[in-house]
C-alpha cells in the first residue's frame, strides 16, 4: 500500500489505547469487510463482510489476503471471493499486522507483526520463511518499482531513522537518521521521499551512503505513491486542508522553463488517507476518513490532474490495494 502511514487520531471510537500512529491499539473484535470496486469508475463489484479482527490487505496473482490482529492471515480467491485459508503468522497483537507488502522477485509478503517483528511468508501458499527485527517500531515497508534492486526500506518511527534491508537474507544493509519520526515514504528511483511529523524530505539511496536531506520548500506529505511506468509520485499534501497532486521534481528550477515541482492540485476531504495506484499509472486513488464512521474514496487521474470519481463508505479506513486484474480492494471497519 506503497504502503501509507496512517495518522489515526480520528477513529477515537476504534481504539483501545488513544495515539496518533499507526502504532494505536485496536479493538481485538473489530468487524471489517473488504469492498471490491470497478476501476477507474469505482462501481461497486462485491463485498466480503464480517473479517473480525482485520487490519490490512495485500493483492496476489490470484487472490488477495487479509492480515488480522489475531495473527492470522485469511486467503480469498479473487474471482469468486471466497475464503481459500486461514493462516497463522505470529502472536495476537491489537497494535500489529497493519502493514504487508509484497516482493515478486521473493514470491515473498512482508508483514509488520507483533512487538514489531517484520514476517515473511511465501505467497501465495502462506508458508512460513522468516520472522526478523530492524528497528523497534517499523511503521512502513517499500519496495522499488525496479525489482532489480536487491533492497527493500523500512521506516522506523522511535527511531527516526531509515534502514535498507537485503531480500535474500533479511539482514540490515544500511541506514541513516531522520530529522523527525516518518509517517510515510515512497522509493522513486535512486531516492525515497519521506514525510515526517515534521518537513518533508529525501533520502539518496544510490550510492555507498543513505543520504537524508530535509526540503523545505515542500509543503508536509500525508500519503505518498511512486507512479508506475512514469517518473512521477502522487502525494497527498498537509496544507489548511488536505490536497493531492501530482510532484515532477523534488527541487525548483532557477532556469527556464520554470516547470513547477507539482500540478494538478485537488482537494481531498478528511484524514487518514491510504493511498494506491493503478499499474498502468494512469491513476492513484485514496482512501480517506471523514468523520461519523464514514470513508470517502476518490480516484485522480494522474495525467489530466482532476478527480474523476467519488464515493463515500461506511466505516473507518483501514487499508486499500489494487489486484493485479485492475479491481480495488478496499478494507474499511465498523
Not at 512482508?110 to 501465495?124: C, D, K, R, S
Request: charged share 15%.
Amino acid at each position: 500500500m506503497v504502503k501509507i502511514y496512517k495518522i489515526a487520531c480520528a477513529a477515537a471510537a476504534l481504539l483501545i489505547i488513544p495515539g496518533c500512529t499507526d502504532l494505536t491499539e485496536f479493538d481485538h473484535t473489530l468487524q471489517a469487510g473488504v469492498n471490491i470496486f470497478h476501476t477507474p469508475d469505482l462501481s461497486i463489484v462485491h463485498t466480503v463482510e464480517n473479517i473480525s479482527g482485520a487490519r490490512s490487505l495485500c493483492a496476489l496473482s490470484d487472490c488477495f489476503i487479509v492480515a488480522t490482529t489475531e495473527g492470522t492471515l485469511i486467503r480469498f480467491d479473487l474471482e469468486s471471493y471466497q475464503q481459500t485459508g486461514v493462516f497463522p503468522i505470529g502472536s495476537p497483537s491489537s497494535a500489529g499486522y497493519f502493514e504487508m507488502e509484497y516482493s515478486p522477485t521473493e514470491s515473498s509478503v512482508y508483514i509488520i507483526g507483533a512487538l514489531g517483528q517484520i514476517i515473511e511468508v511465501h505467497a501465495p501458499d502462506m508458508e512460513f520463511m522468516d520472522d526478523f527485527s530492524i528497528c523497534e517500531t517499523p511503521v512502513d515497508i517499500e519496495f522499488a518499482m525496479d525489482i532489480e534492486n536487491p533492497n527493500f526500506y523500512v521506516a522506523g518511527v522511535t527511531s527516526q531513522r531509515l534502514f535498507e534491508v537485503r531480500k535474500q537474507s533479511n539482514a540490515l544493509s544500511r541506514s541513516c537518521n531522520l530529522w523527525a519520526s516518518p509517517v510515510c515514504m515512497a522509493v522513486h528511483g535512486d531516492t525515497i521521499l519521506v514525510g515526517t511529523l515534521a518537513n518533508t524530505g529525501i533520502a539518496s539511496i544510490g550510492g555507498t551512503t543513505m543520504v537524508p536531506r530535509q526540503m523545505s520548500h515542500f509543503p508536509g506529505i500525508l500519503a505518498i505513491e511512486a507512479v508506475p511506468n512514469d517518473t512521477t509520485l502522487c502525494a497527498v499534501f498537509d496544507q489548511s486542508t488536505g490536497t493531492i497532486a501530482t510532484i515532477f521534481r523534488y527541487f525548483p528550477m532557477y532556469f527556464p522553463p520554470f516547470t513547477p515541482m507539482w500540478t494538478g492540485t485537488e482537494l481531498i476531504t478528511g484524514e487518514i488517507h491510504n493511498m494506491c495506484a493503478s499499474s498502468d499509472g494512469n491513476h492513484v486513488y485514496v482512501l480517506s476518513y471523514l468523520g461519523d464512521n464514514a470513508s470517502r474514496l476518490v480516484s485522480y487521474n494522474c495525467y489530466s490532474y482532476i478527480i474523476e470519481s467519488q464515493i463515500d463508505l461506511p466505516g473507518y479506513p483501514l487499508d486499500i490495494e489494487i489486484s493485479p486484474g485492475g479491481t480495488l480492494l478496499v478494507l474499511t471497519a465498523e
